[in-house]
């Protein structure tokens, strides 16, 4: 009897201890599984940024230009405010869009600095902007563009890429007045050879009444512009005259060939001068690249459009 009793004891252990044994091993979990998942479960996950937003935004928008102001003097107020209208692709008006306007408010020389200001499109979708009255000659633009988010630096320049410009147009008040020139064509070896005729054209063509300065002398061209003033407000004080442009037309190098062509380029730094006090107004430096079937008329086609570009610099800054 002692025998069996040992025995059953002994299959009841082997019994129990291979349940135990079972039990532990389906219940231990799987970690490269649940890896999988958690990786799975993070590229169902799709997070939007702001840029893009932004972006998805502006491809469903439109900014339609409806009027602008007409060109302006210095101290005088533009005749009308810039219209914008903000609309989706279907034309619907878009309420209460934020947009912001820039626009031009100091300059020195070609140097501009803008001011901007912050606008939302009424319910028909109508934003208007109407510049300050302008206290500086200027040939630039006014931008609208959404206004984008400032905590995201993409947004700036997505802003831009789908913004809209107009022309801010506003002339110098001094060529209103009578002024003179002396402005020299050089040679393409330096040499002055006589006064710009095609930039006295174009001013007289503009309805601008200047002439050449009293002073002839080549040999100013060399010495400052404050000689240069001096020398002519001797001569002119107690006549009017409101203003002297000194300046050269200057070849940039010497004539070449190219595609058959004679390839002609032309510099022209000028200085506007305020013959009541000496101080110059306004400095640049004009340039202009045309080309001809032959030598002269390449030449004459650079001299003529560069006086084109030297009167617009004028009217726009001095």
Do not use: H
Not at 237 to 256: N, Q
Not at 263 to 270: S, T
Not at 284 to 307: F, H, I, M, P, R
């Amino acid at each position: 009897m002692k025998k069996i009793r040992l025995l059953t004891v002994f299959a009841i252990t082997v019994l129990f201890s291979g349940c135990v044994t079972t039990s532990e091993i389906k219940d231990e979990p799987d970690i490269e599984t649940v890896q999988k998942e958690i990786e799975s479960e993070k590229k169902e996950i799709q997070v939007v940024s702001i840029s893009e937003t932004f972006y998805n935004t502006l491809m469903d928008t439109d900014f339609i230009l409806q009027s602008s102001p007409k060109r302006t003097s210095v101290g005088k107020k533009f005749d009308g405010a810039y219209v914008l209208r903000v609309q989706d692709d279907n034309g619907n008006a878009r309420k209460a869009f934020p947009i912001t306007v820039s626009y031009p408010s100091s300059r020195i020389n070609d140097v501009i600095t803008y001011a901007t200001e912050n606008l939302v499109s009424d319910d028909e979708g109508i934003v208007s902007f109407t510049a300050p009255v302008p206290e500086f000659p200027c040939n630039d633009k006014v931008t609208f563009y959404a206004t984008p988010d400032p905590s995201d630096q993409k947004s700036a320049q997505i802003a831009l890429d789908f913004s809209v410009q107009s022309a801010y147009e506003v002339r110098s008040t001094m060529v209103y007045k009578s002024g003179v020139l002396f402005v020299w064509d050089l040679n393409e070896k330096g040499f002055p050879t006589s006064n710009s005729t095609a930039i006295l054209t174009e001013f007289r063509n503009r309805g601008i009444y200047a002439g050449n300065a009293p002073v002839s002398d080549s040999s100013y061209i060399s010495k400052s512009i404050n000689e240069l003033y001096k020398a002519n407000k001797k001569m002119l004080d107690g006549s009017g005259t409101a203003y002297l442009i000194a300046g050269t037309v200057e070849f940039v190098k010497p004539v070449y060939a190219e595609d058959g062509l004679q390839i002609c380029e032309l510099r022209a730094p000028l200085s506007c001068v305020d013959m009541k006090t000496g101080k110059v107004l306004y400095e640049t430096t004009v340039t202009c690249t045309a080309s001809g079937k032959t030598y002269w008329y390449a030449v004459q086609n650079c001299k003529d459009e560069l006086a084109k570009k030297f009167v617009d610099a004028v009217i726009y800054g001095m």
